[in-house]
């Protein structure tokens, strides 16, 4: 459980800058809360980018967790792939994916986490959340 939770937040912090502005303040006065969690990540390049990888940094600096990242080939075998982790129930923590259809071709329903009733969502424009919403 505490692996989903922390790829709640962790979702939230690389498709917008809910998390960059935590990085500056500490999350507790002693220790830090995910020290020994590692999360696997999955993207293409593009998503896997410098800001990415900085925020991971400061994630691991100010909470402790990890990060193992697998860089997707993008196209047609990247969907592949991805369809396959799926299946296999080999399902990263963190998943950059596409929105609108290519969102909806990996069954969301099944093997994403809901994020509607956290507080972060509601900084997230609505057209953006139109096209990373089922149901």
């Known amino acids: 459980m505490t692996k989903r939770l922390v790829a709640k937040l962790l979702t939230v912090a690389m498709i917008g800058s809910a998390f960059v502005g935590m990085t500056g303040t500490s999350v507790m006065a002693e ?12 993207g293409a ?3 896997i980018n410098d800001t990415t990888l900085a925020i991971m940094e400061a994630a691991t600096e100010e909470l402790g967790m990890e990060f ?6 993008g196209g047609s075998d990247g969907d592949n792939i991805l369809k396959t982790k799926l299946a296999a129930d080999e399902v990263p923590d963190l998943v950059n994916w596409n929105s609108g259809s290519k969102f909806l071709s990996v069954n969301p329903e099944k093997y994403f986490l809901d994020l509607t009733d956290e507080p972060m969502t509601e900084k ?4 953006f959340k139109s096209v990373v919403s089922v149901d």
Not at 124 to 127: G, I, N, S, V
């Open 45 to 47: 390049s593009t998503e």
């Open 31 to 42: 220790g830090k809360p995910y020290e020994g969690v590692t999360l696997s990540v999955w």
């Open 68 to 73: 193992e990242i697998e860089i997707n080939p």
């Open 124 to 127: 997230f424009d609505d057209a």
